[in-house]
């Protein structure tokens, strides 16, 4: 499975007609679309879909044709993130109508291509399950511990300074297990 870190667009021309596809993080999809329909306020459809993993590790999907004919333009993308292997992910297409009608078979192979030219020009990441692992250090121990983590490219999602130094991780289970036997013996694993 893979999915994106930062946005990106690709523009399909067909027929005169204009598919633009912003392929975008999940966490971002509301955000992107409501500054998108500001960008473009003459654009007929706003196309859409998304996949992403719920707490209990489910893809949950959804898409919208936006005023398309049915199945001819949500669903279509949907599939193509789906054979993608995407996740925590959405596209969205914006559709400038060019005055010839595509017809049904037309559509789908136009949303499909959009979609597929945007996945196909972007940097997709692969998913790793992450979990959260919670150390206690002492502060002189803090930089030493610091520069083992970057050197294992383990992001710090927390800093807390009390008598100790408490650091909050989010790292693979392989990036855990490496951790543990690097660590100095005196870093407790909460």
């Known amino acids: 499975m893979y999915f994106v870190k930062e946005e990106s667009n690709q523009t399909l021309e067909e027929k005169k007609s204009k ?22 306020p003459k654009a007929r459809h706003f196309v859409y879909a998304y ?9 949950v999907e959804n898409c919208s044709d936006d005023g398309e004919p049915k199945g001819t333009s949500g669903k ?12 925590n992910s959405a596209v969205i297409i914006i559709r400038y109508f060019g005055g010839i009608k595509l017809g049904t078979g037309g559509l789908v192979r136009a949303y499909s ?9 972007s940097e997709l990441m692969k998913y790793e399950k992450l979990e959260k692992l919670i150390l206690q250090c002492n ?18 999602i927390n800093k807390e300074f009390t008598t100790d130094v408490i ?24």
């Open 51 to 59: 996949r992403f993993l719920n707490e209990y590790e489910q893809v």
């Open 139 to 156: 502060y002189n121990l803090l930089s030493k511990v610091e520069y083992i983590l970057n050197n294992l490219n383990i992001s710090i």
């Open 113 to 121: 291509d959009a979609v597929n030219l945007v996945i196909n020009n």
């Open 167 to 190: 650091l909050t991780l989010e790292l693979t289970a392989e990036q855990a297990s490496v951790l543990k036997v690097e660590l100095p013996r005196e870093v407790v694993i909460l």
């Open 76 to 87: 279509p993308s949907l599939n193509v993130l789906a054979g993608n292997e995407l996740i």
């Open 19 to 40: 598919f633009i596809a912003h392929l975008c993080p999940y966490k971002d999809f509301e955000k992107v679309m409501l500054r998108l329909r500001q960008e473009h």
